[in-house]
């Protein structure tokens, strides 16, 4: 099995484990999506590029904030929740969360995840 059909795995596991996770992607921190299981509709190309942005100002603020290394960035929006968590020093995991989702189920599933595709690409 090639690293990118394991990290498809990784995420088709990650929904059918998680009903509330709607979508997720691997994106590299320079904003390319390394593997994604997003619906038609959203453009993966705005979703790495943004996820890489957010990145790079959660790492800054946690640093210059001296909350020491960033582990994850969480955004609630009227619709639903993005977590963005590191998976490695070469990969984001970045997931949509419906809005009433289990956040400590959420949080727990995605940090599985997240170390599946560390050790994947390691």
Known sequence: ??????LNKVLANLQSSAAD??????????GLIIAHSLPQ?????????????LLSM???TARELRRGQLEQLFVKGTEGFIVI?????HAVLL???RRDAKLGLIFLDVSRAA?????TLA
């Open 41 to 53: 509709g959203l453009e993966e190309t705005q979703i790495a590029a943004m996820s890489a942005a």
């Open 95 to 97: 997931t949509l969360a």
């Open 58 to 60: 959660g790492v800054r």
């Open 21 to 30: 996770i709607e979508a997720a992607a691997v994106v590299s921190p320079d």
């Open 1 to 6: 099995m090639t690293r990118t059909e394991t």
């Open 85 to 89: 968590m590191q998976a490695g020093p």
């Open 115 to 119: 170390e599946e595709i560390k050790k």
